[in-house]
């Protein structure tokens, strides 16, 4: 599971990890390596094209080109492991832009690292980063305030994607991996704001903060810009032996092309498809959160009330034929206002966090 190796200038630059400028043994964890998956949030562990992969291999020559290049980013991806380190270092190489113009390279490319103690609360690292062709994240002046082992939590890029991964804690110290794990999860259907547009750290995107809050997983299949609701993507996800699906992608339907009619019956489709695979595993619809610039923009207030007009009657249509367990999260539910996201569109933190309270109190409502 682990492997010796020397480490100069890297490990020297981290005094915290009690390592002077001279040559030291330290361990290194490659998840990649280990024959159990220690990936969670994913919906497949096997027949990936890369370790750290949203779709199988065979998603390839099923899904629209755009959309499988997205599911190699590894939004809502995380790795958990038990260790008594004082730091650790993550090195990792990455095939994507370090950041974008609505987003910065901490949420792009970053990690973000979550303990758990023994009174089960929540606490959190600030990393150090260089970017460049090996990004590298140090965490320092890690202790628990009880002196406990904590169980780590570690949040991969959401808009990037890994290509391979090495964790570094001094050889002294333990690092135990806890495999994946086997509840099943909440499987999110989406477009760039489920992927994790726009927040500053992967662990603040809104699936990330529910996992937090439910304590359960959940698997992100965000897709920017291609949350469509489309057949060949409906059928992958239908694998995934789901607890709950989401489906929240009319913020990608707003386009003339996708006409009332259209989204109406793919909604309908898509939760037949689901019932008939998945029969008795409830399905939430999302209302488009909407645009916060819409006090000045009546053409963004027209789209966002369009589409959420068609959602409103698939799903009085799905309610009429009888159809059981759909359930529908609105627009005022969600709660987003004018400072709640960075471009009008996408969720800042305060927006993430909107999103992750509002779905939480849904599917608490639901399970």
């Known amino acids: ?21 001279n040559i030291r043994q330290s361990k290194i964890w490659n998840p990649a390596n280990d024959q159990a998956s220690a990936v969670n949030g994913q919906g497949w562990h096997t027949g990936l094209k890369n370790y750290y992969d949203r779709f199988p291999a065979k998603a390839a020559t099923s899904v629209r080109t755009d959309v499988w290049k997205l599911s190699r980013n590894s939004a809502g991806l995380y790795l958990r492991f038990k260790s008594d380190a004082p730091g650790m270092i993550v090195r990792y190489g990455t095939s994507g832009s370090i950041q974008m113009p609505n987003m910065a390279a901490t949420g792009v490319s970053g990690l973000d690292l979550y303990a758990k103690g023994a009174d089960g609360h929540w606490v959190w690292a600030a990393g150090k980063y260089t970017y460049g062709d090996t990004i590298v994240c140090r965490f320092t002046n890690l202790k628990t305030a009880d002196h406990s082992v904590p169980e780590y939590t570690l949040y ?5 994607s890994v290509n391979w991964m090495e964790i570094i804690v001094p050889e002294q110290s333990t690092l135990t991996p806890i495999p994946a794990s086997v509840q099943k999860p909440i499987v999110v259907y989406g477009t760039s704001i489920a992927q994790g547009a726009s927040a500053s750290r992967p662990g603040l995107a ?4 529910l996992g937090r809050k439910l304590d359960r997983p959940v698997v992100n299949l965000g897709f920017s810009g291609n949350g469509q609701l489309e ?17 929240d992608c009319l913020p990608n339907l707003t386009r003339p092309e996708y006409t009332n009619e259209e989204i109406i019956n793919r909604v309908e489709a898509t ?14 619809l999302t209302e488009h959160d909407g645009h916060m610039d819409d006090g000045l923009n009546p053409n963004a207030r027209k789209a966002y009330e369009r589409v959420n007009f068609a959602l409103n009657t698939a799903f009085a249509k799905l309610k009429e034929k009888g159809v059981k367990q759909v359930y529908l999260l609105s627009k005022a539910a969600i709660n987003q206002d004018i400072e709640s996201t960075v471009d009008g569109t996408h969720p800042n933190d305060i927006g993430m966090m909107h999103y992750a309270e509002a779905y939480e109190k849904a599917i608490r409502k639901i399970k």
């Not at 100069?8 to 390592?19: D, E, F, R, S, Y």
């Not at 809104?206 to 903060?209: A, K, R």
């Open 1 to 21: 599971m682990y492997r010796k190796v020397t480490l100069l200038m890297l490990l020297a630059a981290t005094t915290h990890l009690c390592i002077a400028q």
């Open 206 to 209: 809104w699936t990330s903060i």
């Open 271 to 284: 939760v037949a498809h689901l019932q008939l695979k998945r029969p008795g595993v409830p399905i939430l």
């Open 231 to 247: 057949k060949e993507v409906c059928e992958l996800l239908s694998e995934i032996d789901a607890s709950l699906y989401v489906l």
């Open 156 to 160: 991969l890029p959401l808009y990037n």
